[in-house]
């Protein structure tokens, strides 16, 4: 069993948040498509499919599950699934994963769910300048938010010094006539000590985050301090703490590019596979 086979296992029948791990771990996953001919510097051209549903690529996640579908000899061009997915956005052509299988991930791929896919990946975060009120413990998170904010850390290893996601309240208008203020609540996710040249990435890496675990653009800011900055103490009284355990990859830095700040553009949920 594959590691792509693994997480579409889990994938039960209505179960969300399943489905959309799915969909984030196959974006950052290599595979092998099917092509008609040989690629070239300029042209990679894949091999079409006229089934039933409509005209299908194929896809497979091992060179060995390609060359077994194949036959043996077959031309293949090895692309990451994000990049997939969008150049077959708004298209009208199908993506099918590990075809002759048998295996969980051996699914077809509708238009709808590429469209969605290209969409998620290319959500830009949004500046914003609202000033904290006051920090609190953070809660009502969906549960796999933590474990995927867990991995991103890690992934950006030596560009961070340390993650703090803590619960925020701002001061915002409620009447602009009187000037009276009221509180908002949130979360804020503060990085401590990040890399200047890194900051957009990490941004935009924790919107992906927060699309794929489905939580709401409107429920978690992102900020970049120094660890001398006085809301670190501040924060660090209530918030969990989160520390790199391994180096940032060329592929997190390439994967993820966008602005500072709040994060936003989140689309609707994905379509359900067939």
Do not use: C
Request: proline fraction near 6%; hydrophobic fraction near 45%.
């Amino acid at each position: 069993m594959t590691p792509l086979d693994k997480v579409f296992e889990q994938v039960a029948d209505g179960d969300q948040a399943a489905l959309m791990r799915a969909y984030h771990f196959l974006a950052d996953h290599v595979l092998f498509v099917l092509l008609e001919q040989e690629a070239t510097a300029a042209t990679i051209l894949p091999k079409v499919f006229d089934l039933p549903e409509g005209k299908v690529i194929l896809a497979f996640d091992t060179e060995e599950r390609l060359s077994a579908f194949g036959q043996g000899g077959a031309e293949y061009a090895a692309l990451p699934g994000r990049l997939i997915a969008q150049q077959l956005s708004g298209t009208d052509l199908l993506l099918g994963l590990n075809f002759g299988s048998g295996a969980s991930s051996e699914v077809l791929l509708p238009t709808s769910v590429l469209d969605w896919l290209t969409n998620a990946l290319e959500a830009a975060p949004v500046a914003t300048s609202e000033q904290a009120h006051s920090f609190h413990a953070p809660s009502d998170l969906p549960s796999g938010f933590q474990r995927s904010l867990k991995a991103l850390v890690n992934k950006l290893g030596g560009n961070i010094a340390a993650g703090l996601l803590v619960g925020v309240s701002y001061q915002r208008p409620v009447d602009a006539d009187t000037a009276h203020v009221g509180l908002g609540r949130g979360h804020l996710l503060a990085f401590i000590d990040a890399s200047p040249d890194a900051e957009p990435a990490i941004a935009r890496a924790v919107s992906e985050v927060m699309i794929f675990s489905g939580l709401e653009a409107a429920q978690m800011d992102v900020t970049f301090l120094s660890s001398r900055d006085r809301a670190v103490s501040q924060m660090l009284e209530h918030a969990m703490v989160f520390e790199p355990e391994i180096a940032l990859t060329e592929d997190t830095a390439s994967n993820s590019s966008g602005p500072n700040g709040s994060t936003g553009g989140k689309p609707a949920g994905p379509p359900r596979l067939r």
